[in-house]
C-alpha cells in the first residue's frame, strides 16, 4: 500500500510537469496491478485529458465514478472529458453530481459552468459561475470563466472586466488573453484582437487554438477586403450606363479602385504587430485565401471587361450579366473563405 501511494504521488508529479506520456504508462501498470485503486484511475483519466486522448479519459474517470461514487474528483474529471468529445449534456449531468457531492469546492462549480456553457444553458452557467466566485473570489480561473459566460450573454463591459482581473490575479494566464482577444474582436478591434491572440501564443505556444484565432481574424480581414472591393466594382459598373462615360474614364475608375483596396489591405497590415504580418503572408499564400483572392479578382475583371469591351448601345444588355458575375465573385469567395474559417 506505501508502494502504490509512493508510485501515485510519482504519477502525480509527471502530471504537473506535463510529461503526460510517461504518467499514462506509469499509471496504466498501476492499475493493471491495483484496478481497485479510484485515484489511479483518476490519475490516468488526468493524464490522458493533458495528452488529448479524450475517450480514454472518459473511459477512466468512469471506472474512477464506478469505484468510488461518493468522490467529486471522478465526477468532475468525466464531465471535463466528456466536454472534449463534445458530449454536453452528459458533461453537465456529470458537473452537476459533482457539485452535488461538494458543493464548497469551486472547482465542481466551474465544472458545471463549462458544461453549461457547451449545453447553451446560460442560466445554468451564470448561476455556477457566481457561486464560484462567491467560493473564490481571488482564483483566476474564475474570473476567467466568469467572462466566458458573460460574453456568451453578450456583456462585453462584464467580460473584459473578469478576464482584466484573471490577468491581474496571474499575469501568464493565457486564456484570460484570449478571451479579451475574443472581446476585441466582438467590438471590431482587430488590430487590439490580433494583439492579445498573440501575446496568448507567446505565453502558452503549445496551444495551438491562439495563433488558429489570429488565422480566423486574418481570413476575416481578408473576407471585408473582398466585401469592400466588389461592393465598389459593382457600384463603377452602372457609371458607363448612368454618366454615358467613355472607356477612357471607365479604366481609370478601375484602376483607382484596385490601387485604393490593396493600399488599404497594406495599411491594414502595416499596423498589427510584426509576428501578425508574418501570419498575413503564409494566410494569403494559402489554397483558400488564393483561390477566394483569384475568385473575386476574376470575377470583377470579367464583368468590368464585359461593359468596357461591349459597344455603348449593347451595354443595357450586357450590364445584368456583368452585375450577376460581380455577386457570383463575392459569394463565391465568401464561401471559400468561410470553409477557411469553419476549418481552423
Known sequence: MIELAQELAR???????K????????????????PESARAWCLLARAHLGAARHQQAVD????????????????????NALLHTDNYPEALRAG????????????????????????????????????????????????????????????????????????????????????????????????????????????????SVY???????????????IYIFTLAALLLIWIPVVAHLGRFPFAIGLTVLGVLAVASFAWMV????????LLVRRTLRGRRAAAA?????????????????VP???????LPVAVIATIGARLGAFAILRGAISKR
Not at 495563433?211 to 477586403?225: H, L
Request: proline share 5%; glycine share 6%; charged share 25%.
Open 11 to 17: 504519477a502525480d508529479a509527471m502530471l504537473d510537469m
Open 19 to 34: 510529461r503526460y506520456d510517461q504518467a499514462c504508462g506509469l499509471l496504466s501498470r498501476l492499475v493493471a496491478a491495483q
Open 60 to 79: 477512466a474517470a468512469n471506472r474512477a465514478v464506478s469505484l468510488d461514487p461518493s468522490d467529486e474528483w471522478p465526477h468532475r474529471l468525466a464531465s
Open 96 to 207: 452537476m453530481e459533482a457539485r452535488r457531492l461538494a458543493p464548497g469546492h469551486w472547482q465542481a462549480h466551474i465544472c458545471v459552468a463549462q458544461a453549461a456553457l457547451g449545453a447553451r444553458r446560460l442560466d445554468i452557467a451564470t448561476g455556477a459561475a457566481s457561486q464560484a466566485r462567491s467560493l473564490a473570489p481571488n482564483e483566476p480561473d474564475v474570473h476567467f470563466l466568469s467572462g466566458k459566460v458573460s460574453l456568451a450573454a453578450g456583456d462585453l463591459d462584464a467580460a473584459r472586466i473578469h478576464q482584466e482581473r484573471a490577468l491581474a490575479l496571474d499575469p501568464a494566464h493565457s486564456g484570460a488573453m484570449n478571451e479579451l482577444g475574443r472581446i476585441r474582436l466582438r467590438r471590431h478591434d482587430t488590430r487590439g484582437a490580433v494583439r492579445h491572440f498573440i501575446r496568448a501564443a507567446r505565453v502558452s505556444p503549445a496551444e
Open 211 to 225: 495563433s488558429r484565432n489570429i488565422d480566423v481574424v486574418i481570413v476575416r480581414t481578408v473576407s471585408r477586403m
Open 270 to 277: 502595416f499596423r498589427l504587430p510584426p509576428e501578425a504580418r
Open 293 to 309: 483572392l483569384a475568385v473575386a479578382v476574376g470575377g470583377v475583371a470579367v464583368a468590368f471587361a464585359a461593359v468596357a469591351l
Open 312 to 318: 455603348a448601345d449593347e451595354l443595357p444588355q450586357i
